[in-house]
């Protein structure tokens, strides 16, 4: 009987986990401390889903910058259209996002 438990907890667990990860909300945590196990965290609003309208792919020699630059953006604006993008390690080909409104 404790087999059974212990499985349906692992499944719970798991179907918890995909939810949360599928749920796709992205918090962001501000002036986090900890003290004596006393946890102060201030959670921001939540940012919103965006859906990009136009679309690039780098091409030899540029970068991250020039992109944005090219495209009338802040550096700023960039990456915010592309959170999941590292500026260090952009490859020939890969798409970034040049314009997105809220979804």
Aim: charge should be positive; glycine fraction near 8%; charged fraction near 10%.
């Amino acid at each position: 009987m404790a087999n059974h438990a212990a499985a349906a907890l692992l499944m719970a667990s798991l179907l918890v986990a995909v939810t949360l990860a599928d749920a796709r909300i992205t918090l962001q945590v501000q002036g986090g401390s900890m003290k004596e196990g006393n946890a102060a965290m201030t959670f921001m609003k939540t940012v919103p889903a965006l859906t990009c309208n136009k679309v690039r792919g780098f091409q030899a020699g540029d970068t991250c910058f020039d992109v944005a630059l090219g495209a009338g953006l802040t550096q700023a604006q960039f990456l915010s259209f592309n959170p999941n993008l590292n500026c260090l390690k952009v490859f020939v080909g890969q798409w970034v996002c040049l314009h997105a409104s809220s979804a």
